[in-house]
T-cell receptor, first 115, second 114 residues
């Protein structure tokens, strides 16, 4: 049972456009939602993260929007640049219960930003 | 500051061979994990450790062993390699549980089993 579903699988955006990647989760115990960015040949690196006590978090051109009732969260990349071309993973984890500390990852979205 | 270092970067094995993937971190992180990444499947947790001497299974532990004798090192052993274990393996560490702290990943080991 996949606990975190990510969409779309791939995304092509023009330079300067907005990239939007969505994730939906099932486990209401999840309380930490990070996004990771991965360039070819490299490991994932934390981009931005959010907890369910806030509905939005912004860091530069990157924004996480969180909808607790819908069990969804999304990554928005404003003014997308060719250097943003990478694979993006959402993840979710919880601090308690038998799965405490374990992260569940989405399947990833490959973003291509065209010049 | 090296962060998380994985060796080797690439490896080709024959079915039935054994090998150890090395992972070392220099950030004094207590929590370390091993993931495998397959096309279109994201990252799946193999084994993890909450500190030296303590390990536990993740989502896909079969065919893999781990040990944690020091805080710095967390090797992953393939006992008898199978083609289904062809994948990219990532080691990660965090100062605390990944539910509270971001994970720092190595650059991966690309493993092919023939």
């Amino acid at each position: 049972q996949q606990q975190v579903k990510q969409s779309p699988q791939s995304l092509i955006v023009q330079k300067g456009g907005i990239s939007i990647i969505n994730c939906a989760y099932e486990n209401t115990a999840f309380d930490y939602f990070p996004w990771y960015q991965q360039f070819p040949g490299k490991g994932p690196a934390l981009l931005i993260a959010i907890r369910p006590d806030v509905s939005e978090k912004k860091e530069g051109r990157f924004t996480i929007s969180f909808n607790k009732s819908a069990k969804q969260f999304s990554l928005h990349i404003m003014d997308s640049q060719p250097g943003d071309s990478a694979t993006y993973f959402c993840a979710a984890s919880c601090r308690y219960n038998t799965n405490a500390g374990k992260s569940t990852f989405g399947d990833g979205t490959t973003l291509t930003v065209k010049p | 500051n090296a962060g998380v270092t994985q060796t080797p970067k690439f490896q080709v094995l024959k079915t039935g061979q054994s090998m150890t993937l090395q992972c070392a971190q220099d950030m004094n992180h207590e929590y370390m994990s091993w993931y495998r990444q397959d096309p279109g499947m994201g990252l799946r947790l193999i084994h993890y450790s909450v500190g030296a001497g303590i390990t536990d299974q993740g989502e896909v532990p079969n065919g893999y062993n781990v040990s944690r004798s020091t805080t710095e090192d967390f090797p992953l052993r393939l006992l008898s390699a199978a083609p289904s274990q062809t994948s990219v393996y990532f080691c990660a560490s965090s100062v605390g549980q990944p539910s509270n702290q971001p994970q720092h990943f190595g650059d991966g080991t690309r493993l092919s089993i023939l």
